[in-house]
């Protein structure tokens, strides 16, 4: 999948959220750029995956997030099989 996203345009879009210096100017900015769906997906996502890595069941995090069992898999998917993004940033807060 990697390949497939490495475009000008995203790497435009990285250069952008690079510079964001708060979270107020990530709320400014994302609420510009997604809509409230696309942002509360995101955010969902991530939340499973910090539920899943402190190995919470299946049930657990669709009664917390309100997430399917479908994201639930696929978030699982990208944390063992994925390009350890969500590990990187999980040890860079735990910093």
Known sequence: MTKKIHTDEV???????????????????????????????????YEVAMMLKDKKTYMEISEKTGASTATISRVNRSL???????????ERLQK
Request: glycine share 4%.
């Open 80 to 90: 063992n099989y994925g390009n350890d993004g969500y590990e990187l940033v999980f």
């Open 11 to 45: 790497d435009h879009l990285f250069d952008a959220i690079l510079t964001l210096k708060s979270k107020e100017e990530c709320y400014s900015f994302f609420e510009d750029v997604c809509t409230v769906n696309e942002l509360l997906s995101i955010s969902q996502r």
